[in-house]
């Protein structure tokens, strides 16, 4: 019967994947996170299904790589725009912070997380991730400052990348107004970088006759779909051995199933179920987690246990 332990095969690779190391050395880390009292009974440094997005634990299927590489190539080819959409909970934020990672010193980087303020309060956010101080508080203020250091960036041969997660809480106003930030260029180059990350309903939103020199402006894309049940698999497997587990515990084939059928491939829900399945095996004793865990966990996911 197959089975999902801590040595199954991961899915990452690429040139300039942010991958994360399965050493002793990395096992060793000290863990930040949540200590679940299932952790010493399995053998775990850390959490293997955490809902943060740790870029330590980024599973690089097929569609994450594409996602990473298509934001990456248009960061470093300077296309201006760069879309990223997903379902909740695909995996969009842990690729952004892996970006941020793998973009380095060449790169001055702004990501806001919180898209919902008015047109002045997120331009200086902007310039406060950008570690900036405006000297005034209007909007043509923040907006010199921030043209300054562009062209400061650009004469001393690094590029500034804005990256704003949740875009479609954007109202079409300050989506305008994202627009107008890419005017900020030379006779040669776009002197900012703009990633939109966020959930379908951007792709919607884009699509209104008065955000259509946005959308024009847009020419790197990408929608990150759901895992399948292989990639599930692996995912689970992943996590595992990157919280420090030696061979337990093993999700059987049925028990990947009735995850994926959940989850939907949606990392964010595989999470979720594995991390109660996890308790029920710590409850019972057992390091063989079957169907009967996942059902045991999804009715209490759902608040029918």
């Known amino acids: 019967?197959?089975?999902?332990?801590?040595?199954?095969?991961n899915s990452f690779g690429g040139d300039g994947a942010a991958a994360v190391p399965a050493t002793p050395a990395a096992r060793r880390a000290p863990a930040l996170s949540f200590h679940p009292v299932?952790?010493?009974?399995?053998?775990f440094l850390e959490s293997p299904f955490?809902?943060?997005?740790?870029?330590?634990?980024?599973?690089?299927?097929?569609?994450?790589?594409?996602?990473?590489?298509h934001v990456l190539f248009g960061i470093r080819e300077r296309k201006g725009f760069i879309q990223l959409t997903g379902e909740v909970g695909a995996g969009k934020t842990t690729v952004c912070r892996a970006l941020l990672a793998e973009l380095g010193e060449g790169y001055q980087t702004a990501l806001i997380l919180n898209p919902m303020v008015s047109g002045t309060q997120l331009l200086r956010s902007i310039l406060t991730e950008l570690g900036l101080e405006p000297p005034r508080t209007d909007r043509t203020a923040y907006l010199e400052v921030l043209n300054t250091f562009l062209l400061e960036q650009a004469?001393?041969?690094?590029?500034?990348?804005?990256?704003v997660d949740e875009a479609q809480d954007l109202t079409?106003?300050?989506?305008?107004?994202?627009?107008?930030l890419s005017n900020l260029e030379t006779d040669r180059r776009k002197l900012i970088q703009i990633v939109l990350i966020g959930q379908p309903e951007?792709?919607?939103?884009l699509n209104a006759r008065s955000l259509r020199q946005l959308r024009q402006r847009i020419t790197v894309r990408y929608h990150l779909?759901?895992?399948?049940?292989?990639?599930t698999e692996r995912y689970i497997s992943?996590?595992?051995?990157?919280?420090?587990?030696?061979?337990?515990?093993k999700f059987s084939r049925g028990a990947v199933r009735a995850v994926h059928r959940y989850a939907r491939g949606v990392p964010r829900l595989i999470n979720a179920v594995c991390d109660k399945a996890l308790l029920y095996g710590y409850v019972n004793a057992t390091y063989e987690l079957k169907s009967r865990a996942i059902r045991q966990a999804i009715r209490e996911l759902e608040g029918a246990a």
């Open 38 to 43: 299932y952790n010493d009974f399995y053998g």
């Open 50 to 69: 955490n809902l943060t997005p740790d870029p330590r634990f980024l599973f690089f299927s097929d569609k994450h790589r594409e996602a990473f590489h």
């Open 1 to 9: 019967m197959s089975t999902v332990g801590t040595r199954s095969e």
């Open 155 to 163: 004469e001393a041969g690094r590029d500034v990348v804005l990256l």
């Open 238 to 249: 992943h996590r595992l051995l990157v919280a420090g587990a030696d061979g337990r515990p």
């Open 202 to 205: 951007l792709r919607d939103k």
């Open 172 to 180: 079409p106003e300050l989506l305008e107004q994202v627009r107008l």
């Open 225 to 231: 779909k759901p895992l399948d049940l292989d990639e």
